[in-house]
């Protein structure tokens, strides 16, 4: 049986000052601290003692797995790959000012490489493929019980990546997530089918 949490990042400042995150370097807020600390005692009645924690490198996700860390015993692997989605131009600037340039995607055709009209901006298809490649490099280890930190929006390919969903076939996937929620990955040891289980979504702003 091999085990995976995901754990959100808790509210950090850009939440509370309504700007965009993406790789904006935020901070967690202190109600964000009292979270991460939270989230780090719950993994503490759940994981063994031999488990592995890697984390996006931006200073909230960082922070959350160093107190997830220090609870468990463990020092987290930082891995860029685990960040959010570069929103170019407009991290840290008010989310009103990315709201009113922002061009959706459209409904059917080209998805993945869409040009949101944000210059420097990724794109949803460069950082899935990021993305899946540090769920390919955490899954080669052996070891059955792991934790990855990461962001909301990074969250959809984390699962997407579990589940084995092709990448060209990932332009309208989208799964959920709280700031400071924990979703479980299993993968049993008799059929080896991939199990998500999305945990309690706590109120609050989805991290963008």
């Not at 780090?40 to 890697?54: C, H, M, W």
């Not at 009209?117 to 070891?143: D, F, H, N, Q, W």
């Not at 479980?184 to 008799?190: G, I, N, T």
Request: hydrophobic share 40%; with cysteine; glycine share 10%.
């Amino acid at each position: 049986m091999r085990t995976v949490y995901v754990v959100t990042h808790p509210e950090a400042t850009h939440h509370v000052d309504r700007l965009v995150g993406g790789w904006f370097d935020s901070e967690l807020t202190p109600a964000g601290e009292r979270a991460a600390v939270a989230v780090a005692e719950s993994l503490r009645a759940k994981v063994p003692d031999e488990v592995e924690l890697y984390s996006s490198d931006l200073r909230r996700t960082a922070r959350t797995a160093e107190l997830i860390g220090e609870r468990l015993g463990v020092v987290p692997i930082l891995d860029r790959r685990l960040r959010e989605k570069s929103y170019g131009e407009a991290g840290g600037k008010p989310q009103a000012w990315l709201d009113s340039r922002f061009v959706p995607p459209p409904a059917s055709g080209e998805r993945l490489g869409h040009d949101e009209g944000i210059p420097g901006a990724e794109t949803k298809g460069a950082m899935a493929a990021r993305v899946y490649a540090a769920m390919e490099s955490i899954l080669e280890s052996r070891c059955e019980h792991q934790i990855v930190v990461t962001h909301g929006g990074a969250l959809t390919f984390v699962i997407a990546a579990w589940i084995r969903m092709p990448l060209e076939s990932a332009g309208y996937v989208d799964f959920r997530g709280s700031p400071g929620s924990v979703t479980v990955l299993r993968e049993d040891d008799y059929f080896h089918n991939r199990q998500v289980v999305i945990g309690h979504l706590p109120t609050g702003e989805a991290d963008r």
